[in-house]
């Protein structure tokens, strides 16, 4: 079936920034949206943003994102973006792409990228 390859994650300082890429491959899985969710140690996983992926491009951006986060896409490669910041230094966490091909929430998920925050 369908795969969703994260790429990206890193060592970032407060204040820095990083792009996480999400590669769709494989299968015939055709999402309506795509997105991603955010998992701290210990915690569980938290929606961050969406993106239309067929449709349009409208974005959606839980509200403790705004202003931390920018997604993207390019459907000509298959992939989906997401910009952004570290401002705090207890903000390691772990990055999950998701394809939502129903708008019923995430259906396909890859395996996720780390970002490690250090000062």
């Known amino acids: 079936q369908v795969q969703l390859v994260e790429a990206g994650g890193g060592l970032v300082q407060p204040g820095g920034s990083l792009r996480l890429s999400c590669v769709i491959s494989?299968?015939?899985?055709?999402?309506?949206?795509m997105g991603w969710y955010r998992q701290a140690p210990g915690s569980g996983r938290a929606f961050v943003a969406a993106i239309n992926w067929s449709g349009g491009s409208t974005t959606y951006y839980a509200d403790s994102a705004k202003g931390r986060f920018t997604i993207a896409k390019d459907n000509a490669k298959n992939t989906v973006y997401l910009h952004m910041k570290s401002r705090r230094p207890k903000a390691t966490a772990s990055y999950y792409c998701y394809a939502d091909s129903t708008l019923g929430g995430p259906e396909e998920w890859g395996q996720g990228t780390q970002v490690t925050v250090y000062s």
């Open positions: 494989g299968g015939t899985f055709s999402a309506h949206d």
